[in-house]
């Protein structure tokens, strides 16, 4: 069993990436400059936009977080992305799900101009990505993608199972991984809380991705002897022995699982390093599509 070391393939990027800032300075061309709206003190959500300002910073990016209560009334997150789909200095931003219940998510996601939507949420980014067409891919099946290609995974004509099918996460996955592309030529499977026979299922998988948010859901009677596994999980669970009281938990009991597969993903530092590097791909990537 070999470990698929988000950290290491991440910082492989940030570095390509922080070349890529030295070189614009050296051209006297703009930073790219990424801005994060964060509503409310959700602690996983907190984590994850600290650690894209942080990787901002590692890299040589602008970054400008914003912050509001939980309680902000729609209009004027509204009137926030409005702002910032005007501003010349931001080239990309995210709004931070999820969004408090009387918030609709897909009215924010939708005001988001598709030039800055760098999480590549927007139904214009989904469809283009649908087609194969240029824009913004969606940062967690883009940074899975990553993986398997800097770790030299053959995927063509393996077998495939998705299990979760966000809008997010699984569902662009399983058009990403299915289409003519390298990676991708997988035969796809999406599971979902409907599949019958998921263990069936999930045996037949030579790569089996498990996003859903139920930690060990996948244990080791699911997965076929050297499968490859890809944990997109993160869920906080107790855990007194540490001084904050919680650690992160991924969807697949990996020491059960671990010694069956080819390769495995851990949690943390799978795939959600490779979640933020991808992020980072994409706010360079708004800013050279500005022509700037
Ligand atoms: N919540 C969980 N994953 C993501 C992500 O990739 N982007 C945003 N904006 N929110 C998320």
Redesign the pocket.
């Known amino acids: 069993m070999q470990l698929l070391d988000g950290r290491i393939t991440a910082e492989e990027i940030r570095k390509e990436l922080a070349e890529a800032v030295q070189e614009r300075k050296r051209n006297g061309k703009k930073i790219p400059h990424l801005a994060a709206i964060l509503v409310g003190n959700d602690g996983g959500s907190l984590t ?1 936009v600290g650690a894209k300002v942080k990787a901002c910073d590692q890299i040589g990016f602008e970054s400008t977080l914003i912050r509001y209560d939980d309680s902000v009334p729609e209009d004027i997150l509204l009137a926030k992305v409005r702002a910032l789909n005007e501003d010349k200095s931001i080239d990309g931003f ?5 969004l408090p219940a009387h918030i609709d998510e897909m009215k924010i996601t939708q005001a988001i101009d598709p030039k800055k939507d760098v ?1 590549g949420f927007h139904p214009v980014n989904l469809g283009n990505m649908v087609l194969n067409l240029p824009g913004f891919l969606p ?2 099946p883009a940074g899975i993608l990553e993986l398997l290609k800097r770790n030299h995974i053959e995927t063509e004509g393996k077998n495939c199972v998705i299990i979760g099918r966000s809008n ?1 996460v699984g569902t662009p996955l399983s058009i990403m991984l299915g289409r003519n592309t390298n990676p991708g030529n997988c035969t796809v499977t999406l599971a979902h809380s409907r599949t019958q026979n998921l263990q069936e299922i999930c045996q037949t998988a030579d790569i089996l991705i498990a996003a859903i948010g139920q930690p060990d859901f996948v244990t080791a009677d699911m997965v076929k002897e050297g499968a490859v596994i890809i944990d997109v999980g993160t869920t906080r669970v107790d855990d007194s022995s540490r001084a904050r009281g919680w650690r992160l938990k991924g969807d697949v009991d990996f020491d059960n699982v671990a010694p069956k597969c080819s390769y495995i993903t851990p949690v943390p530092g799978g795939v959600g390093p490779m ?1 933020i590097a991808s992020l980072m791909i994409n706010t360079l990537k708004a800013m050279e599509l500005k022509g700037k």
């Open positions: 994850y995210i709004v931070q799900l999820p999480d940062a967690t997010i979640t």
